[in-house]
């Protein structure tokens, strides 16, 4: 028997603007039917609505961050007025999120280096605040895990993992959650994933509206789908999976 109250979405963007006619009754379905759903900022304007969204919601929680790309584009003072508003809304936030580093979109050496650069501030701000990092990582996996243990990150969770199954051991070793996406619907590399991470540093999310079949908008309640999937890999119960998912979400972000 599946309990519909243990499924949650740690990683969605409900502040996107393929939620924007329908967000009220995307709002109940997850009050309904789901434990709780964490809404991440990405970028300025996104980080405000996910403040703004989670305040509506009682099982609607938000981290704030930006994107890498995102990130190394803003100018200096841009970026430290944004470090600032993380620092002065922190009561109103479970973790900082989604940060990184982007090597499939950034090419440019400097730029690469300016998105190192302003990484390093998020986690120092990260440690500061006693909050976990939410991370964002794409082509560049070894050099994220070299920044986030030569920083001593402890409360990390790597947001859609992608890397192969040695970046895989060594995330775990450094204590980090991995989050699996409805991703595992069509990807091999995910579902390998899946198989070897220890059930109790799993995570679930969408990345809605993302990441969802033929370009269809992705839902919260749709991470129901990939449990399914793990179980079914696992040999185990969708109910186990959404059990153990959900305790580690409430652990790694303290709610
Ligand atoms: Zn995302």
């Known amino acids: ?5 243990n499924i949650t979405d740690t990683h969605c963007h409900l502040q996107h603007e393929r939620f924007s006619e329908d967000l009220d009754s995307v709002l109940i379905n997850i009050e309904e039917k789901m434990a709780f759903v964490i809404v991440s900022g990405a970028n300025i304007l996104w980080n405000r609505e996910a403040i703004k969204i989670s305040s509506k919601s009682k099982n609607i929680y938000s981290t704030i ?5 995102d990130a190394a584009k803003l100018s200096k003072k841009e970026f430290d007025n944004e470090l600032k508003y993380i620092e002065d809304n922190s009561d109103l936030i479970v973790g900082i999120g989604e ?3 982007d090597w499939h979109w950034e090419k440019d050496e400097t730029m690469r280096e300016i998105q190192k650069e302003r ?3 998020f986690l120092k701000l990260a440690k500061k605040l ?3 990092v ?3 990582s794409w082509d560049a996996e070894s050099e994220v895990l070299n920044i986030l243990e030569s920083e001593k990150m402890k409360k990390v969770v790597m947001h859609c993992f992608s890397g192969d199954l040695s970046e895989l051991s060594r ?17 091999k590399g995910t579902r390998k994933i899946a198989r070897d991470c220890p059930l109790d540093k799993m995570l679930l999310e969408t990345d809605a509206p993302y990441l969802w079949l033929n370009g269809k908008r992705n839902v919260p ?3 129901e789908v990939a449990a399914e999937k793990i179980a079914q890999i696992r040999k185990i119960t969708t109910a186990q999976v959404l059990e153990a998912t959900l305790k580690n979400a409430k652990r790694v972000f303290g709610i």
Request: aromatic share 10%; no cysteine.
């Open 134 to 136: 939410v991370i964002h």
């Open 171 to 187: 995330a775990l070793n450094l204590g980090f959650y991995i989050s699996v996406s409805t991703v595992i619907l069509r990807s």
């Open 119 to 121: 990484f390093i501030l």
């Open 130 to 132: 006693d909050i976990p």
């Open 221 to 223: 309640w749709n991470t």
């Open 1 to 5: 028997m599946i309990d519909l109250k």
């Open 99 to 101: 940060i990184g580093l």
């Open 65 to 69: 961050g930006l994107h890498p790309i």
